[in-house]
């Protein structure tokens, strides 16, 4: 099963951008990247998911190298909102989602 | 839409009670999944159905544990006898679509789960 790899905790300020990288190595060729986030003491989030190509929605946007071993979300405006646990997952065949223990991301005013 | 229901928000019981946790899934999806999450283990996958039926209970700890999904819309979660180590939120959380399809990519939709303190 393919694993990733992200930094324990990153700082932004306010309305600048977040960037936050997640290393996939083994993900195999099925294998989606998924972006959750969790705010204190509420239920994970949905960001954003990609196979190959760069995708973009509303929250946020999901750069994956070529080689897809790869990728950042891209909060364009990061607010104190943000502030958050986020989750970068490699989706397996089988449907499960496997946490790590995600990015810490403080937004600074 | 009113989201993925859970109740109750928060539970304290005492150790050897019964605890039964509730789930209304999103209606229309297809696939609920069940998570704990504490501090020192993080946010773990217990169980999860496909159009009600059980596909992956590997991640269900022990035998006190039980998931049931009687229908499409009601799924419950119930721990019997409970231990304090059993203390976390648990996460109910429903997908459109069906679960074990290789490429296919599905939303997990997670409710605000339920804070479970065993004394």
């Known amino acids: 099963d393919a694993k990733t790899t992200q930094p324990t905790s990153m700082d932004c300020a306010e309305g600048r951008a977040a960037n936050l990288p997640c290393n996939h190595s083994?993900?195999?060729?099925?294998?989606?990247v998924y972006w959750y986030r969790q705010i204190h003491s509420q239920g994970p989030q949905y960001i954003i998911h990609g196979l190959k190509n760069n995708e973009t929605n509303e929250m946020a946007s999901l750069i994956i190298t070529e080689d897809r071993k790869s990728s950042t979300l891209i909060l364009p405006h990061a607010t104190l909102r943000d502030t958050a646990v986020y989750y970068c997952?490699?989706?397996?065949?089988?449907?499960?989602?496997?946490f790590g223990q995600g990015t810490t991301l403080q937004v600074k005013p | 839409d009113a989201g993925v229901i859970q109740s109750p928000r928060h539970e304290v019981t005492e150790m050897g009670q019964e605890v039964t946790l509730r789930c209304k899934p999103i209606s229309g999806h297809n696939s609920l999944f069940w998570y704990r999450q504490t501090m020192m283990r993080g946010l773990e996958l217990l169980i999860y159905?496909?159009?009600?039926?059980?596909?992956?209970d590997s991640g269900m700890p022990e035998d006190r544990f039980s998931a049931k999904m009687p229908n499409a819309s009601f799924s419950t979660l119930k721990i019997q006898p409970s231990e304090p180590r059993d203390s976390a939120v648990y996460f109910c959380a429903s997908s459109p679509a069906g679960g074990g399809l290789a490429g296919v990519g599905d939303t997990q939709y997670f409710g605000p789960g339920t804070r479970l303190t065993v004394l």
């Open positions: 997952i490699v989706k397996r065949n089988t449907g499960k989602l496997i």
């Open positions: 159905f496909n159009n009600n039926v059980p596909i992956d």
């Open positions: 083994t993900i195999s060729g099925n294998e989606y």
